[in-house]
């Protein structure tokens, strides 16, 4: 995150401490599929991670967000939703910005916890393509859990990175965390961006042919996860940080065909080298190649179908879930705090653990800018989803779209830089 971050939270979730008892769940999905959303610990044994205090292999939290059919194989709908922090995650960022116990972990999302990708039939032949997205130093892989499963519903399968010791923390399934380390110097830098793009690697590696587990319900996931999604049609995107990681990642990795940097800066071999395939630079209201760093060279160095969009009303802090939690928690769950389907605290299996639980809210406008801009959180996700939506199906699917031609009068939120 950039130094504002953890004051633009505080604002964000200031209005939490007077509604503790209510239970916040973001608005429903947009697109045509229900999604699913399994948490997964990927332990990546092929080296020392060089970031971890201890050393030993790094271990990641990764979240899938995944199109399917929430039954089961008797037609029985079973879709339970979760949190979208753990109880750790929860406390750490109420402690961080000083908000009330068990604010936090009242966040509910629309995705069904840990069913089958793609629905219960093992023969499934449906394919989505598949993208990878990388946090902004300092935040959390889960500050971005409403981007990731609004695109998932639109027939993508999303998996969102949790980097050790870049995110502000990492919580395991069993108990233990990673606490980000400050990284300032050039040279620590340098490291961390190596270690971000290596993990995004990993994760694409080893669900397209790593080993498989041995048995259970991770090696179910992990079959079903293999013929749900299309590893030959791979896009990368990120926020900020996450964002120089996607370019790097395609920089390295030529599996990638298309990027996206939501309003990050460009530094390092990518911004000088360039790409030979498409990548969108989507910025902030007064962020774009004329006013960021490294993206007038970048921008010049790329080869391939290439934009740069800003969108109005925006600031850096609106390309996480903020908006979002911060309406849901300004309302109140809209005076419902419903609580239905199954609720189960401290689930655990050999993937995740997890609670779920139900609760209502409805859009709202806001009151202040708060360090997010001064957008409507329901109209940012449109505008957002339309343009990432539009670019990974022209990239990924070969389907051309009028979005990325030019100003488009059903936003006029989207201006074109180039």
């Known amino acids: ?127 989505y393509p598949v993208l990878l997205f990388s946090p902004d130093h300092g935040a959390s892989r889960l500050f971005y859990a409403g981007i990731a499963e609004l695109l998932s519903s639109y027939g993508y399968v999303v998996f969102t990175i949790d980097h050790p010791y870049s995110v502000g923390i990492v919580e395991y399934p069993d108990g233990r965390t990673a606490l980000r380390r400050n990284m300032r110097s050039p040279g620590e830098v340098s490291v961390l961006l190596r270690s971000t793009k290596r993990d995004a690697d990993f994760v694409y590696s080893y669900f397209r042919n790593g080993t498989l587990p041995l048995g259970g319900t991770a090696r179910a996931f992990v079959e079903g996860l293999r013929r749900t999604g299309d590893f030959d049609r791979v896009g990368v995107f990120g926020h900020s940080f996450g964002g120089n990681t996607a370019a790097a990642a395609l920089l390295n990795n030529t599996a990638y065909k298309c990027g996206v940097n939501l309003d990050g800066p460009v530094f390092g071999p990518a911004a000088q080298a360039g790409l030979d395939r498409p990548f969108l630079l989507v910025g902030a209201e007064t962020n774009n190649r004329t006013a960021y760093p490294g993206w007038t060279d970048f921008y010049s160095n790329l080869r391939g179908f290439k934009r740069d969009i800003t969108i109005k009303g925006t600031a850096h802090q609106s390309f996480t879930d903020g908006l979002r939690i911060q309406e849901a928690i300004a309302q109140g769950g809209n005076g419902n705090g419903t609580v239905s389907g199954d609720v189960t605290a401290n689930v655990t299996t050999d993937i995740t653990a997890d609670g779920t639980a139900l609760g209502v809210f409805a859009n709202s406008q806001r009151a202040d800018d708060g360090g997010f801009g001064t957008i409507n959180s329901q109209r940012f996700y449109a505008v957002l989803n339309a343009y990432l939506e539009e670019f990974f199906r022209c990239c990924l699917n070969n389907e051309t779209g009028p979005l990325l031609s030019g100003p488009n009068p059903a936003y006029p939120e989207v201006e074109f830089v180039g």
């Open 1 to 127: 995150m950039k130094p504002s971050s953890a004051k633009s939270l505080s604002i964000l979730l200031a209005l939490a401490s007077a509604a503790v008892g209510q239970i916040y769940q973001y608005p429903p999905l947009t697109g045509p599929y229900e999604v699913g959303l399994t948490n997964v610990e990927m332990l990546d044994s092929r080296g020392v991670d060089v970031l971890a205090p201890a050393g030993g292999p790094r271990d990641l939290m990764v979240s899938v967000f995944y199109p399917t059919v929430p039954t089961n194989t008797s037609g029985t709908r079973i879709c339970r939703r979760s949190p979208v922090f753990p109880p750790q995650t929860a406390a750490y960022f109420e402690d961080q910005l000083g908000l009330a116990n068990g604010t936090v972990g009242r966040l509910y999302g629309n995705s069904c916890w840990n069913v089958v990708p793609g629905g219960p039939d093992a023969n499934t032949t449906a394919t």
